[in-house]
Nanobody
Framework: QVQLVESGGGSVQAGGSLSLSCVGS????????MGWFRQAPGKEREGVAS????????YYADSVKGRFTVSADRDKKTLYLRSDSLKPEDTAMYYC?????????????????WGQGTQVTVSS
């Protein structure tokens, strides 16, 4: 079955950087979408960034544009998120998700499979 495993979360001071990874398994498809979502305590889960594997097109939430960079290695089935200039409001559980259809989005309902999440905490 499809599995996604995130890693790389942690605690950092405001202005710092973190890199997250998500390794997928249980599928063998060339073109699909992988994305990062986050959920802060008391808030709904929101899309952060996604990338279409096979075409390379990326999508970002306005709140992270210019600070976060999403990328992927199709051969390794790995999704990455480089987060720079982190702010306390970036504190959340970060989830990786995958969508086996022909376009990408940042909508939670568009993604079928999810990882367990990795915590990112940014202190002021």
């Amino acid at each position: 079955q499809v599995q996604l495993v995130e890693s790389g979360g942690g605690s950092v001071q405001a202005g710092g950087s973190l890199s997250l990874s998500c390794v997928g398994s249980g599928y063998n498809i060339n073109n699909y979408c992988m994305g990062w979502f986050r959920q802060a305590p008391g808030k709904e889960r929101e899309g952060v960034a996604s990338v279409y594997i096979g075409g390379g097109r990326t999508y970002y939430a306005d709140s992270v544009k210019g600070r976060f960079t999403v990328s992927a290695d199709r051969d390794k089935k790995t999704l990455y998120l480089r987060s720079d200039s982190l702010k306390p409001e970036d504190t959340a559980m970060y989830y990786c998700a995958i969508r086996f259809l022909s376009y990408c989005s940042l909508k939670e309902e568009d993604f079928a499979y999810w990882g367990q999440g990795t915590q990112v905490t940014v202190s002021s």
